[in-house]
């Protein structure tokens, strides 16, 4: 069933909205669907009798009788209450998925409400009940893209019990939403970086619960190795991976010399390295405390002052 506000019924009927409701007191139309919030709604029906009373206005009939050839179909229209909030949810998913395919396409700052409001057949008014900004869009959309990667790839991880093949699923996952979208997620990283507070707080959201899905791995790693891992935090490992996933997939969009699957192994024999500190097969406690020495020595250091490198600014 269509349901069209009066405004919309205006426009599809060519109708005054002061005659829609002269129809209406005068019984010529039936009652408005009522929504559950008592917002009146109109249907094809009433689209449908307001073109036959004009149709019957031309051939000279009075409204009395009008009223009388009409009221068989007047009397059949069913009035009832209805919930809008499925109708509301699905046309909520239609503008992020064709906001998110024109994000991909064009970027944030090319990307226009107007032509999104377009494509989805829709009005202002019921964009805008939806979305208050293009940034409120463009931030759910965000969510969207994060929680396909993890859609895809995550069932494939469960049902594999290898988990250095984790690794890898995750850079294909990461390929593959690359391959989809190019622009989101590095947007919003350029956006939080400049300290918008919405943006940035959407992107860590998302991007840790990326990083949320590694820890299971290393906790598995360190029930087999208890007390071996020499890292101050599962999460750091954990991002740092991430984010030699994401510098990876990123040079290889642009360096035509590498392929997919040099991201793959990469990333695959990265976390090769990982599991083998954790696993202490690599010797990295006899040499912690030196290099815990030096790393301190090394925040301790002042940083340098631009100009005073090599002697200061250049002489003329």
């Not at 988990?163 to 919003?188: C, D, Q, Y």
């Amino acid at each position: 069933m269509t349901l069209m506000t009066i405004s919309e019924l205006e426009k599809a009927s060519g109708a005054r909205r002061s005659a829609i409701h002269f129809y209406l007191r005068e019984g010529l139309l039936p009652p408005a669907t009522r929504t559950t919030t008592n917002r009146a709604l109109y249907t094809e029906a009433h689209l449908h009798l307001i073109s036959e009373i004009r149709r019957l206005q031309e051939e000279g009939l009075r409204l009395s009788g009008i009223k009388k050839v009409l009221e068989p179909v007047i009397n059949g229209v069913e009035v009832e209450e209805v919930d809008l909030s499925d109708r509301s949810e699905a046309v909520r998913r239609s503008l992020m998925q064709i906001a998110a395919r024109a994000f991909a396409a064009k970027g944030y700052t090319r990307t226009r409400v107007a032509d999104i409001i377009r494509e989805a057949e829709t009005t202002p008014q019921v964009f805008y009940s939806h979305f208050q900004t293009k940034r409120d869009l463009f931030l759910e959309c965000l969510e969207v893209f994060s929680d396909l990667a993890m859609e895809l790839i995550e069932p494939k991880i469960a049902n594999e019990p290898d988990t250095v093949k984790h690794a890898a699923l995750r850079a294909f996952g990461n390929l593959w939403l690359r391959e989809i979208s190019p622009a989101p997620m590095s947007l919003a990283a350029a956006e939080a970086v400049h300290e918008d507070s919405q943006t940035a707080e959407a992107y860590y959201k998302g991007y840790d619960k990326l990083v949320s899905t590694v820890i299971p791995d290393l906790v598995q790693i360190g029930r087999e190795k208890p007390g071996a891992s020499p890292f101050p935090s599962d999460w750091l490992v954990a991002t740092a991976l991430m984010g030699v996933i994401e510098a990876t997939v990123g040079r290889q969009s642009w360096d035509e010399r590498l392929t997919k699957r040099d991201v793959l192994l990469t990333v695959l024999f990265v976390w090769l390295g990982i599991e083998a500190v954790y696993g202490g097969e690599v010797d990295v406690r006899s040499k912690r405390a030196e290099y815990e020495r030096w790393v301190d020595e090394l925040l301790e250091t002042p940083l340098p002052v631009p100009g005073s490198v090599n002697g200061g600014a250049a002489r003329s």
